[in-house]
């Protein structure tokens, strides 16, 4: 175990690296959050209208959630890169732990995450949005976003794996990320939705982490109450849930298919 | 001396395509041995199994006493493996990625630091070690891999087409950092498909084909078992090549080969010049108009038409012995 986190750590100091010979990478991954920020306060927010709470309030936390889970991507995408460029060959006749590979990759996308939470939270100050509650609370809001943003990490390393390039990874994940964050709260409340939308956009754990954050925040309002589902009375044990859940699964499962992929 | 790297019946398929057909192997501690073949024969996949990075269908493998299946760990803590493929991080510096592998191989921080500025030292890379990878030559991401694969002074190592790709410069300069290495005491195996190549490196030469081994000798040995030297004549109408065919046979040491498209005879022969000339003096005799004619050495080319019956480039590759570029 120890010896897994020892290597985890220089792997993930290796992909670290790459973004700093890269910033070119950190400075796109950082523009697109900041991008959609503008585009949903100034565009969407003139036409949208939130009770009780600025649009821009409503917002942020739905795009934090947005943008941690299209993060994820870059676990992919690394995996398969390395895969393409054999590096991966050769940690495979190194007597190192075997999931180092992928301890180190998403432990790395964690960092990359903070990164892009903090600039986001930064381009939110200045467009309008303000936390309203406790250090503590603030902290805990974030760190759900980590921490679910970790579990989405683990299912791209799978996908990552299963394909043969990281040019796929970005598309496969455009085609399913985008209806997985937009059939949500992240951007407008759910009551206007039609029936069957509405429950999958109130059961859709990317809705339970969003609420979860706005509650953390204070970015709530008595006006705006949340929908009666149990996902989002209870938002952040829901997404607690669903973070064990999906870590119990695809944990196994992308080392499963490392082992397969690095062996073929 | 005892056999460090072992292997009996390797199997490994492809769905239809058998890489590796039942494929015996053994180096003995201290020398070289060169895995000879053609694209497509196994030679990857052989060491890819060897090295751990890949599971046999059947058969025993063992490197330093060490079955491979077993104990993959213990076996990765004792070799080195440097691939067809550089694989190194281009992002990374080359102290960087040496620094990585030597930690990856348990290294302390100390160590693993001054053994990698040793290697580039010894690499001559020493003026590029602090610059990223993207920007070196192919030469020095081989030398660079190469080097990855000695941070842990490994007892045994696989090189798997070391030069290949490589331009005529940097291939002699690799081969020399090979024969120190060789010299300093350590087991290799390394693939080729050049003759030269297994013929400057190795004590011992294996011959593979379609996954198994066909023949095995040092270079002098499967040299002579293709007959030494060949005279080659391309004559100039298609009508004379029969008579051509007959006049050779008379001198030559096997079996003349025709081919009727380029109007090309071969044959091998044993009397170097001297055959040559009493061959054009013939061929003058008769009347027969030559367009080209050469006095030459076997050639690897030479040696899988005589052992296989067939020519190196006649299969393609398989898929998986080419590694990562086939996934």
Redesign the interface.
């Known amino acids: 175990m120890a010896k897994t986190f020892r290597?985890g750590a220089?792997v993930a100091?290796?992909n670290l690296?790459?973004i700093k010979?890269?910033p070119e990478l950190l400075v796109f991954t950082t523009l697109s959050p900041i991008m959609f920020i503008l585009l949903f306060a100034y565009v969407f927010g003139s036409a949208i209208n939130v009770p009780g709470v600025g649009y821009r309030e409503f917002l942020i936390p739905g795009i934090f959630a947005q943008t941690v889970i299209f993060g994820a991507t870059i676990t992919g995408a690394g995996l398969a890169e390395d895969?393409?460029?054999?590096?991966i060959?050769?940690?495979?006749?190194?007597?190192?732990s075997r999931s180092?590979v992928l301890v180190g990759r998403t432990g790395s996308d964690v960092l990359n995450n903070i990164i892009v939470i903090v600039v986001m939270s930064l381009t939110g100050l200045v467009v309008g949005w303000r936390i309203h509650t406790s250090v503590l609370e603030a902290v805990a809001g974030f760190l759900l976003l980590l921490l679910f943003a970790y579990a989405v990490s683990w299912i791209m390393a799978w996908v990552g794996l299963l394909v043969?390039s990281p040019e796929v990874v970005q598309q496969a994940s455009f085609i399913v990320i985008f209806p997985l964050t937009f059939v949500a709260n992240t951007f407008v409340p759910t009551n206007g939705f039609p029936g069957p939308l509405r429950a999958i956009a109130n059961w859709n754990p990317v809705s339970s982490v969003t609420q979860a954050a706005r509650d953390l925040f204070g970015n709530t309002s008595p006006l705006l109450p949340s929908p009666d589902d149990w996902s989002l009375q209870h938002p952040v044990v829901y997404t607690l849930i669903w973070i064990g859940i999906l870590l119990a699964i695809f944990i196994p499962l992308a080392g499963r298919q490392y082992r397969r992929?690095?062996?073929? | 001396m005892s056999d460090v790297i072992r292997a009996v019946g390797l199997v490994k398929t492809y769905g239809e395509i058998h890489a590796l057909d039942g494929l015996d192997l053994a180096v003995p501690e201290g020398t070289v041995t060169a895995l000879l073949g053609p694209n497509g024969a196994g030679k990857t996949t052989a060491v890819r199994i060897l090295a751990t990075v890949l599971d046999a269908d059947d058969g025993f493998a063992e490197v330093a006493g060490i079955d491979v299946r077993k104990d993959p760990n213990a076996v990765r803590s004792r070799i080195g493996l440097s691939g067809q493929f550089a694989a190194v991080d281009e992002y990374l510096t080359g102290y960087e990625n040496l620094d990585m592998v030597g930690q990856l191989y348990g290294l302390r921080r100390r160590p693993s630091r001054d053994r990698a500025r040793e290697l580039l030292d010894t690499f001559g890379l020493a003026d590029a070690a602090d610059r990223p990878v993207k920007t070196y030559s192919g030469g020095m991401r081989r030398r660079l891999d190469l080097a990855g694969a000695l941070v842990a002074h490994p007892p045994v190592l696989f090189l798997d087409e070391p030069t290949t790709g490589l331009d005529p410069r940097s291939r002699t300069d690799l081969w020399e950092v090979i024969n120190e290495l060789v010299k300093a005491g350590s087991t290799l195996l390394l693939t080729t498909q050049y003759l030269e190549e297994a013929d400057r490196l190795a004590d011992d030469i294996v011959v593979i084909d379609h996954g198994k081994a066909i023949a095995q000798g040092t270079a002098d040995q499967l040299k002579g078992r293709v007959g030494g030297e060949r005279v080659e004549i391309v004559v100039a109408a298609d009508a004379d090549l029969a008579a051509a065919r007959t006049l050779l046979q008379e001198l030559a040491g096997g079996e003349v080969v025709v081919d009727e498209h380029t109007r090309r005879l071969t044959a091998p022969v044993s009397g170097g010049a001297g055959v040559l000339m009493e061959a054009l003096r013939r061929l003058d005799a008769l009347g027969i108009a030559v367009i080209d004619i050469a006095l030459r050495r076997p050639t690897l080319e030479d040696v899988f038409l005589t052992l296989t019956g067939h020519s190196t480039d006649e299969d393609g590759a398989l898929p998986g012995t080419g590694a990562r570029t086939e996934r």
């Open positions: 290597d220089i100091k290796r690296i790459k010979r890269v895969m393409q460029k054999g590096i060959e050769r940690f495979r006749s190194l007597p190192m180092a043969p992929a690095a062996s073929r």
